[in-house]
Structure formats: structure tokens, C-alpha cells
């Protein structure tokens, strides 16, 4: 067990909808990260949180969105749905940013999103 | 070009096997080399982590860095079905906060 929880587990939605994943990082992690994994295109990095803040981003779409709350829960919002958009959405956490981080991301379980 | 490059696959070997996975990267300022496993159905999970070039062994994984050709790998002595998943390299520079990831290569150790 990573420490990192992410909810739901499975989503099955229509397109055009607009669906909501949560993660919550492990205790003391500062940083988190989303990435989407299909079967053809590995790990895509989509964007990180630090803190509450954005720090980086990556191939996220437009209609795509996260946030980073207070109590460091992190949110990704994914709207106008679009069949290409069924995949595995994986949340990261680390301890630290930028050089500080000695690169250890501990990742949750996934959330698997299918649309029809 | 690709900043990461691995090879998908898959492999099998059979059980006791040495395995060997490779990467190749472009990015000179890659310093943070890690290994990651991934079960079918479960969230990458950290393996192997090294800083700049060198080894490191831990058990029966032992991961080398290659700086000057941009190459690391990661090798499993003794291999056990229980190894049987898909191995990501990843890396980063020493600035900057993104990760790179490989595709993963599908491995499956016959008993």
C-alpha cells in the first residue's frame, strides 16, 4: 500500500459528461502529480501540485482541469468527454519540489475511466 | 524524438532466468534514474532508484546508469513468476519537477 488513495476506483460515463477523480497523497506529501495511461501511449504526465500551487504541466487537455485543496487533496476534473479519454489516471505524491525532490513518486491505484 | 526510449516488448523468460530491461534517454540533464513495476491492474510502484551514474543492488535487482550513453538498465537475477509485470525506467533532471517515463516493457517469467 502506497499511501496514496484515489476514488473511484472505476467510472463508466457517456460523452459530453464531466467527471470528477480525487486523490488523496500520503501523509506529509506535498507534491502531487496526474498522469494518464492508455494502452498505446504509456505514461503521460498531465500536471503537477505543490502545495496548493501549479507547478508544472504537461499534455493535459483544455477540458481538462485539477486542483490542489488546503488539506493537499487534489481533484481533476474531465469534461466534454470524448471516447479517446477512457483511461487509467493515476495520482502521485512526493515529499518535495524541484531539486529538492530525490525523485520518489509513490502512486495510487488508479481510477479507470470508460467512455461510451 | 522521444525523451525516454524503452523497448515494450514483451519478454519472456523462464523461471531463474537473468533479465536484463533497458532504457536510452537524450537529456544530458537527466540525473534521477528510477525503476518502477507495475502489476496488471495496480498503480507503478517505486523499485530501483538511482542518483547520477553508477550501480545499485538491492536483492535481486540491480540497476546501472550510463551517463556517457545515455543508457541505464535494470537486472533481475534469479527470476520468479512473481516478477512477471511491466517495468517503467523513469528519470529527471536535478532542476525541474517533471518526470519522464519509458512505455514499460511486459515482462512474463514461465514457471
Known amino acids: 500500500d502506497s499511501g496514496v488513495t484515489q476514488t473511484p476506483k472505476h467510472l463508466i460515463t457517456a460523452t459530453g459528461q464531466r467527471v470528477t477523480l480525487r486523490c488523496s497523497p500520503r501523509s506529509g506529501d506535498l507534491s502531487v502529480y496526474w498522469y494518464q495511461q492508455s494502452l498505446d501511449q504509456g505514461l503521460q504526465f498531465l500536471i503537477q501540485y505543490y502545495n496548493g500551487e501549479e507547478r508544472a504541466k504537461g499534455n493535459i487537455l483544455e477540458r481538462f482541469s485539477a486542483q490542489q485543496f488546503p488539506d493537499l487533496h487534489s481533484e481533476l476534473n474531465l469534461s466534454s468527454l470524448e471516447l479517446g479519454d477512457s483511461a487509467l489516471y493515476f495520482c502521485a505524491s512526493s515529499v518535495e519540489s524541484g531539486a529538492a525532490n530525490t525523485g520518489e513518486l509513490f502512486f495510487g491505484e488508479g481510477s479507470r475511466l470508460t467512455v461510451l | 524524438q522521444k525523451e525516454v526510449e524503452q523497448d515494450p516488448g514483451p519478454l519472456s523468460v523462464p523461471e531463474g532466468a537473468i533479465v536484463s530491461l533497458n532504457c536510452t534517454y537524450s537529456?544530458?540533464?537527466?540525473?534521477?534514474f528510477m525503476w518502477y513495476r507495475q502489476y496488471s491492474r495496480k498503480g507503478p510502484e517505486l523499485l530501483m532508484y538511482t542518483y547520477s551514474s553508477g550501480n545499485k543492488e538491492d536483492g535481486r535487482f540491480t540497476a546501472q546508469v550510463d551517463k556517457s550513453s545515455k543508457y541505464i538498465s535494470l537486472f533481475i537475477r534469479d527470476s520468479q513468476p512473481s516478477d512477471s509485470a511491466t517495468y517503467l525506467c523513469?528519470?529527471?533532471?536535478?532542476?525541474?519537477?517533471?518526470?519522464?517515463f519509458g512505455t514499460g516493457t511486459s515482462l512474463t517469467v514461465i514457471p
Open positions: 523513469a528519470m529527471r533532471a536535478r532542476a525541474g519537477n517533471q518526470f519522464y
Open positions: 537529456n544530458s540533464a537527466f540525473q534521477y
